[in-house]
């Protein structure tokens, strides 16, 4: 079964500095898509990035890039510049298409003014 | 264009009572997803509708269920409540089915079960 690790908990950052979160999967697919969503304080998730296994090309929107290591099954996210509004507990998720979405337990992220 | 709904925003029910939640997609969206959301056990995927069937379920019991509607709204109904069910419960809806679509969440709905 396909398992989805987030080993941080919790984590905290200086405002402005560079913050990395780490996931870990399991699956013996090869065609596969993995997320980070995140979710503020009473506001609703959104999705932050979207990476399709088969590329190899890291994706990256704005200050959030990951870090894709298939062989090694790690998808991280590099948060740079950090912000205050980016205080959020981030899920790592992984999905094959047409079926179910699995999501991590979750870091929560701390920005430090 | 709106954004995903789900009424109630809170709910207090007590063991043995039953509840329906309703969550309406981003118009133009067939595919909702149900998650259950609990500090201990994380997001946990409930079931997905598309075009008003059931394609994907988790591993729930079958106290848990679900229905879509033509217009593709959903509802998501759990029956004889246990505390064990306080949670919350997010909906999302996406264009197409399966997890790998951009899921689009709802507030969700907190279910407190006395």
């Known amino acids: 079964a396909q398992t989805v690790t987030q080993s941080q908990p919790e984590m905290s950052v200086q405002e402005a500095e560079t913050v990395t979160l780490s996931c870990t999967y399991d699956?013996?697919?090869?065609?596969?898509?993995l997320f980070w969503y995140k979710q503020p304080p009473s506001r609703q998730m959104i999705l932050v990035i979207r990476?399709?296994?088969?590329?190899?090309q890291n994706a990256t929107e704005n200050r959030f890039s990951v870090n894709f290591q298939k062989a090694a099954k790690s998808f991280s996210l590099k948060i740079s510049d950090s912000q205050l509004g980016d205080a959020a507990m981030y899920f790592c998720?992984?999905?094959?298409?047409?079926?179910?979405?699995?999501f991590g337990k979750g870091t929560r992220l701390h920005i430090l003014p | 264009k709106a954004g995903v709904t789900q009424t109630p925003r809170y709910l207090i029910k007590t063991r043995g009572q039953q509840v329906t939640l309703s969550c309406s997609p981003i118009?133009?969206?067939?595919?909702v997803s149900w998650y259950q959301q609990t500090p201990g056990q994380g997001l946990q995927f409930l079931f997905e509708?598309?075009?008003?069937?059931?394609?994907n379920k988790g591993n729930f019991p079958g106290r848990f269920s679900g229905r879509q509607f033509s217009n593709s709204r959903s509802e998501m109904n759990v029956s004889t409540l246990e505390l064990g069910d306080s949670a919350l419960y997010l909906c999302?809806?996406?264009?197409?089915?399966?997890?790998?679509?951009?899921?689009?969440f709802g507030p969700g709905t907190r279910l407190t079960v006395l």
């Open positions: 509708y598309f075009s008003e069937t059931q394609r």
């Open positions: 990476q399709e296994a088969y590329k190899q």
């Open positions: 118009s133009g969206h067939r595919s």
């Open positions: 699956t013996s697919e090869s065609d596969y898509y």
């Open positions: 998720a992984y999905a094959l298409r047409d079926d179910k979405i699995i």
């Open positions: 999302a809806s996406s264009l197409g089915a399966g997890g790998n679509n951009e899921q689009f």
